[in-house]
Structures are given as C-alpha cells and as structure tokens.
RNA sequence: CGGGGCGUGGCGCAGCUUGGUAGCGCGGGUGCUUUGGGAGCACUAGGUCGCAGGUUCGAAUCCUGUCGCCCCGACCA
C-alpha cells in the first residue's frame, strides 16, 4: 500500500475528546474515529491491526479443535427470558439495546450470545458421542455502557470473540477450560502484549471458576492483586488474603457506653482508645430485587476492614428466593435511595452510627409504618407508598465477615443514638453469625497460599475472560443430551471471550512513546515502510520502488511513503503510526545505501540496500511470533 | 443516574466577566523558494458561534429550555 492512496489523516494535536494514551494515539494517528459516544469507525489501519489479531485468534483456536461459527446479533426477548436475563438486562440500567418490530415482537442487541448458541445446542447436541463441541465467532457486540470511555476500550459497539464449549460431564469441561486458557496465553503471547492471569469474579454471566487475563497498563480499569511468588493473582474484586491480626480486647461484662456524637469508628477509637480491629462495624444496606422487592441487608465487618462490594453482591444473590428472581442492584440505605424508591421510612429512627450487628428487625418494620404526613409528602399517593411497604421484606439479611465474627470480645453500635457496648459477645448478642467473606483484599496483605507473601497492587486492562458455566444456560434453556447409560441430562457449558477491539487499543496502551504507537510486529498494520526522503530525487524516487516492490515479494506487509512531502513530516507520520521497521532511501541512494530504523528504540543503521530483504525478512519474521520465542 | 466541565471554520483554542455583528495557531487550495525530523513568503477558500425560545435598537456574549460530548463513581471483553 501506498500511503498517498491511505486515506491518512493524521493529527498534529491531541483531539479534546480523548484522555489516555492509547485513544489520543488511535485518533492522532489515523485509525479510528468517534462516530457516537462509544461508537468508533474504524479506519483502514486498525481495520488491518483487527484483521491480524482475529487471523492469530483464529489459528490458535483452530488448532484446538473449537468451530467457528456466526450467530446473530438481533435476539429474540423470549430467548433471554427463558435463561431469566431479559429484565435484568433490559430494565433500569439494563445494558442490552432492546427494541420492538414492526409484529411488536420484542428484540435485544446482542451483549453476548449464551443464550443463542445453548438454544442450538439444545436444537443440534443430542448424545454424548458429540461432544465435547467449542463454537467461536468474532463479531460485534452491544452493550449500552453506563458510562462508555477511553475509546475502543469500552465502547458501546466493539468486536468479541466468544467461544462456548458443550461437555457430557464437568471433568470434560474442566479439560476444555484448561485448553482455552493455555490457548489465550499463545494468543496474547503472540500479540506481542504482557499479560497476566487473574482469578476473577464470573459477575452476570454467571457460573463457577472464571479468569481473566490483564494486559498491564497503568490506565487500566482493572486492580490487579498479586503476589511476589506468582503463584496468586486476583482481580481485587475477587482477591483473598489474611487480614492482619486482630488486637485482642480483655474479656470484660458487656456493658452500655456513652458515644455522644461518635458515628464513625474514628471517632470511637479517637475518645476511648480502641483500635478498629476491635470493633465491629454494621452497614445497613438495600438490594433491589427483580420481582421489585427490597431486601434489606445488615453487614458486619471488622473495623478496619473495608467492604467488596462485589463479594457482598454475590453473597447476597445466592441468597435470594426463587422468586425475588436476579439481583438488580445493592445500595446503602440512604435519604437518596428512600426518595428515589419512595420507601416510606422513617431514617430518623435509624440508629446510624451506633448500629449493632443485632439491629432488629422490627426496627424498619416500625419505622415503615406510613404516618400520615409521610404519605402526604411523598408522591401523595397512599397506594405508591403501601405498594413500596409491601415490597419491603420485612426481615434483614444478616451477613458477617470471618474477621468479624472471629472476635471473641468486641465493640459494637448499641442501636441507640450515642450508645455503644463494650465487651460483647456473638452470643451475649444471641446471634449465631453466617459467615461470607466480604472483606477487600488490599495490597499488603498476607497471602493465604504463604503468609510469608504479600499481595502487590497493579492496574490492568481485561482483554479475556474465561468461564466454567456449568449447567446454569443448559438447565435454563433446555439443552439436554443423553449420556452413555441412556438417561437425559444437561449439557456442561464454559464461555471465553476476547475483546478484539480492546485488544487492539490495549496493545497501544502498552506498547508507546512520546512520538507514537510502537506496534508489535504480528499485529502491526503494516510490517515495514519505506520512506522515500525526497520524492523529487530520481535516484531516491526509484530505488524506494525497488525495494518497496522486492519487499511485497518477499512476504512482508510493506508500505511504501510516497507523498512529496518534506521528509520530516515523513519520519513524524512514521513513528506516529507505530510501524515497526522503517527503512530510509535517501541520501545514500545513489550508493545503494539505504538506513534501516527499529521504531521501538530508535535503533539505526545503514546497510546496502541489496542485503536490506535478506536481513529484514528474518528480523520481521522472527517478530511475527510476539513474545513466544 | 448523581457530581464536575465543554460545545466558536476540518483539528486545537481565544473572544463571553463589562452585548456593538468573529479572531489566532495548525490543516486545505494556488504560486515561488526550500528539501533528512511536523519549512518560509505571498495569495486564497472555508464559520447557521450545538439547537430552540426570550431580553434588547442590537446577542457568540445576558436569561430559559433542550441536545450532544468529555471527566469522576456503580456495569463489562
């Protein structure tokens, strides 16, 4: 490719609309451009940067066996009700675009295709001589972002490569797993790009052991946990470590004590000299459930520890009846969350501040009784206000972390304004705690393969995600097979997804300097460019031909810069663009020579242009492999 | 959705406080000079000042509404 025929536009400022990196260089350089928020075209460039990444992600998933295949990206609602996702990822801050037909059928965009592909599986996967079977495609996805950003890195339209493999039996499953993660690693390996494997929460989708993989990069979205030894790396949505022994309190006679004004466990510590990790504290939370029933929720932590919001949510979820159906959300009670849900409570009679993991549950029921005035001043509307009594489950959920309810003795709220109790027990309380881990992991934490280790924090950007489903979709959705004794049972299903579009931007994000992208050379647009230094030389003019010519012969991916522009701005637009090699015919033309310059590092030297193919095919080929070698 | 900010030629911005009919740099076109790290000179084209109301003799500027975009938090490849 010539670059006068590119259509290259490149910018000389950083466009106003771009942040990090990697998306000012996207724009600068020519390769995407916004379209809509979260909606990016992408330019001819990076359209041959995707086209590189899928040909490696195709190669290695082929070589495992796994069948790709193209689903469609308009879905029918009923499909997602049937695996009981439609309202969750419709309704509220639902992120599936949705729409009706002209029928007045509703449709959703498709965010991820477990339902379309378990649906032909129940249609096609019947025994369990067929299996194992691993479908992949790389297409694009929708999902409305609640807040889309950074470019392609989390846009509400990118291309997904996700895969979904069937199994007679979990063992199976396991084996697969285990397979993709072994191919993701060749894959981003041979991206050029560092990743790291992290345990992971599995979030909407759902299902069991889930990892992702992180391309480190410190305008990652992602906090990374890991430990010196390598032997353990989580999102810290997920992490687990030791918390740092507790101080013990001398057992002592619970007794009431005077906390006028004393809200926060600073404040405790601060007036009577406890240390937080000898209080316990209790949160006071709502989750909103999709029947539209509101759970209240009551957490105690140790002290010092601070919640995981994700860990709570899933302990909340497994928690749920049937019928409440999916979690939609978890928040603290507050005046916000009273007013938006037109809660009829009275939060004055709350005892914030001094709550007690034996808050009781009368305490909301009591304070839920709509008082005339309240009805007035809401919506004026007594039916919303007793429709929103009733959707109050009038029992707390009462949640405790393992750092909590290992004290022996503590300190607690007294569920009285300005009281707090001294020396209390689990069971003075008359409370039998249930145990979910809810606590954050922080760096510095002990880890609990070795407490010798301690967790380090690093951002990261996910590029991958791997999942053992289960039979979650299987069960839902019906597909069934018949195993080797004859009798019916639901398939086994794993996910894993990469995101092609991210990946590319990732890359970037990992892999620039102050003058521009320094692509890998397996996913570079181009391999080499040819830079002619001044077009109006003829010597110049036709030996960069020459070589541009002998250069596509040879197999690489060459770009000849033909432009009659000053030879500066050819060397400014080379290293914007990242290409990997640029090889110079200027001055030393008339000799033969010609310059060759690595774009990563700036190394340069001049060679006879006759030796220029034998040397660059190797360099470039053995680039092709990435970081494999 | 909550909090913060921005919409002025293709791009980056000034002008707005204190209303008087739009400017700078880059980019585009033409010509001459230049030619190894985003050249110089000259000429030139290009703007409903996001949109809609309002105030005013007069609005980019003041007021109201609305749309779009970006940043910080909850969602995810």
């Known amino acids: 490719m010539r670059v006068s025929r590119l259509m290259l536009v490149t910018l000389r400022d950083d466009p106003a609309e771009a942040e990090i ?38 190669e290695e998933l082929n070589a495992t066996g796994a069948l790709e295949t193209l689903l469609p990206q308009l879905q029918p609602a009923d499909l997602w009700e ?8 419709t309704a509220g801050e639902g992120i599936m675009f949705h729409l009706r037909d002209r029928q007045g059928r509703e449709l959703g965009l498709g965010p991820t295709h477990e339902e379309v592909v378990t649906a032909l599986a129940a249609d096609l996967l019947r025994s ?11 297409q694009t996805k929708f999902r409305d972002e609640i807040r889309p950003r950074f470019g392609l890195m989390r846009g509400r339209e990118f291309i997904m490569k996700d895969g979904y493999s069937f199994h007679a039996n979990e063992a199976s499953l396991q084996d697969s797993y285990g397979e993709m993660d072994r191919a993701y690693r060749r894959i981003f390996s041979r991206c050029g790009l560092r990743t790291v494997a992290v345990e992971a929460d599995s979030g909407a989708i759902g299902g069991s052991a889930s990892q992702e993989f992180m391309v480190t990069a410190e305008a990652g979205e992602d906090l990374i946990l890991s430990s010196g030894d390598g032997l353990y790396a989580a999102n810290q949505e997920r992490a687990v470590s030791l918390a740092a022994a507790a101080l013990p309190l001398a057992a002592q006679p619970c007794r009431e004590l005077d906390t006028p004004g004393q809200t926060s466990i600073e404040d405790l510590c601060a007036a009577h000299g406890f240390d937080p990790s000898q209080i316990v504290k209790v949160l006071l939370l709502v989750a909103r459930c999709a029947d539209g029933s509101l759970l209240p929720v009551l957490v105690s932590l140790r002290g010092d520890q601070l919640l995981n919001a994700v860990k709570l949510a899933n302990g909340v979820s497994a928690r749920l009846a049937p019928e409440q159906g999916t979690l939609l959300s978890i928040e603290p009670l ?29 305490t909301l029921v009591a304070t839920a009784a709509p008082t005339p005035t309240q009805v007035l001043a809401g919506s004026g509307n007594a039916a919303l206000a007793t429709a929103a009594q009733l959707r109050l489950v009038p ?10 309810a290992e004290l022996e003795t503590f300190v607690c709220g007294g569920n009285n304004p300005d009281k707090h109790r001294v020396g209390a027990t689990w069971a003075g309380l008359g409370l039998a705690p ?21 967790l380090t924090a690093a951002r990261g950007i996910e590029v991958g995600h791997i999942f053992q489903l289960g039979r979650k979709y299987s069960e839902a959705l019906g597909a069934r097979f018949t195993n080797e004794s004859g009798a019916e049972e639901a398939l086994w299903m794993g996910c894993y997804g990469i995101g092609v579009s991210r990946l590319a931007q990732a890359a970037v994000e990992q892999n620039h300097d102050s003058n521009g992208i320094c692509w890998p050379v397996a996913i570079a647009p181009f391999e080499v460019i040819v830079v002619i230094a001044n077009l109006q030389e003829p010597a110049q003019h036709l030996l960069g031909e020459e070589l541009y010519t002998s250069l596509l012969a040879a197999g690489l991916d060459a770009l000849l810069d033909d432009r009659d522009e000053r030879a500066g701005v050819k060397f400014k637009d080379a290293d914007l663009l990242g290409i990997p090699w640029r090889v110079v015919v200027g001055r030393g033309a008339k000799e033969g020579q010609v310059e060759l310059v690595q774009r990563q590092g700036s190394v340069k030297r001049e060679l006879a242009a006759a030796e220029l193919i034998a040397e660059l095919s190797a360099l470039i080929k053995a680039g092709r492999s990435g970081l494999l070698a």
Request: glycine share 6%; net charge positive; hydrophobic share 40%.
């Open 395 to 404: 029992k707390l959920l009462r949640l405790t972390d393992p750092t909590a």
């Open 82 to 89: 049937r695996s009981g996702r439609w309202s969750g990822y």
């Open 334 to 362: 507050t005046a916000d969350l009273v007013r938006s849900e037109r809660l009829p409570l009275d939060l004055s009679a709350i005892p914030f501040g001094s709550l007690g993991p034996d808050l009781s549950d009368g």
């Open 21 to 58: 990196p990697s998306h000012k260089l996207l724009l600068r350089a020519g390769y995407i451009r916004r379209v809509a928020s979260g909606i990016y075209a992408y330019l001819p460039l990076l359209f041959r940067v995707l086209q590189k990444i899928s040909a490696i992600v195709r």
């Open 434 to 454: 249930e145990l979910v881990d809810l606590r954050a992991a922080q760096s510095g934490d002990r880890c609990l393969h070795d407490p010798e280790q301690t």
């Open 128 to 138: 369990y001589r067929q299996l194992p079977v691993n479908l992949y495609q790389i």
